[in-house]
């Protein structure tokens, strides 16, 4: 992988954890949500007139990828409400590079070869056991908070791979982004006036600042997402963007005072091992 790519994967993978830790911190995690929405549908919609309108034959992944973010977020902010973020947010990231490598293995013709395997196998080591050993709190007592997680986990995979495919067919992995994001950012403000009113939405005007950087970020890790894996394999893409796991460790140590424990430190390492092992490949 060029240099270029990598280091814009790993900017999004640290885009993608401050993001999850804003909404983590919120007070109402599913306002946060949507708050985030919002600002990253209007930052997206007002930039689609600057670039070119994706390909008509890239829609209908849109549509899908829609239905599967909508889940994503809504799954997500369940699970936060039972875990902290050194377990649910590896726990929700852990699966998916694995199912994109073998759906692209099998379906994509994507072959990766046993080195490139290797990377992400360790690199996904190292998610798991930040989820299984370095949680804040114990597995067993948290089933609930692992079914949310993983059922995150396979919306991740799915629409990576939607949107690896919908990106390439576009024509334009810009104009596909901000089109797919401007209307996610629609629909969330459509669940949340369905499900808390309008009153609701119009008390977001207090914390848009948040909300506004958190968009923002969300925006930018995606588009950076899609824009990669019109560059290099869908797989080796989404076993990267998982060292955000590594800067939610970070954040989480650093800012909401979660312990640094020696399996979470063994978990960073295996991370950051298998992120060189696909970047020297």
């Known amino acids: 992988m060029d240099s270029l790519t990598f280091m814009a ?19 109402d995690r599913f306002m946060s949500m949507c708050l985030m929405g919002l600002c990253m549908g209007t930052i997206a919609l007002g930039l689609t007139p600057f670039f070119d309108l994706p390909d008509p034959a890239s829609w209908p992944y849109i549509a ?3 239905l599967c973010h909508i889940g994503y977020n809504l799954t997500l902010v369940r699970a936060y409400g039972y875990g902290d973020l050194g377990q649910i947010y590896p726990l929700a990231r852990g699966a998916a590079p694995i199912f994109v490598a073998l759906f692209g293995m099998l379906f994509l013709s994507e072959y990766l070869t046993p080195l490139t395997w290797l990377g992400i196998i360790v690199l996904v080591s190292g998610v798991w056991l930040m989820a299984l050993k370095g949680a804040g709190r114990g597995v067993a007592g948290s089933r609930t908070a692992i079914e949310a997680a993983l059922i995150v986990s396979a919306f991740i995979a799915s629409y990576t791979v939607i949107d690896g495919l919908g990106g390439r067919v576009s024509g334009t992995a810009s104009g596909y982004t901000l089109w797919l994001l401007g209307l996610e950012g629609v629909i969330m403000v459509v669940i949340a006036l369905i499900r808390r009113g309008p009153r609701a939405i119009l008390q977001l005007r207090n914390v848009w600042i948040s909300g506004f950087i958190a968009g923002a970020l969300s925006l930018a890790a995606y588009w950076v997402a899609i824009w990669a894996m019109t560059r290099a394999p869908i797989a080796t893409v989404a076993a990267l ?23 979470r430190s063994a978990a960073a390492t295996l991370i950051v091992g298998g992120a060189a092992m696909l970047r020297l490949l």
């Open 241 to 263: 963007r998982e060292t955000s796991i590594f800067f939610a460790l970070a954040i989480a140590v650093l800012f909401l005072k979660e312990p640094l424990t020696f399996w």
């Open 9 to 27: 994967i790993m900017s999004a993978a640290f885009m993608h954890a401050a993001w999850n830790a804003m909404i983590k911190i919120g007070l």
């Open 64 to 66: 899908a990828s829609l």
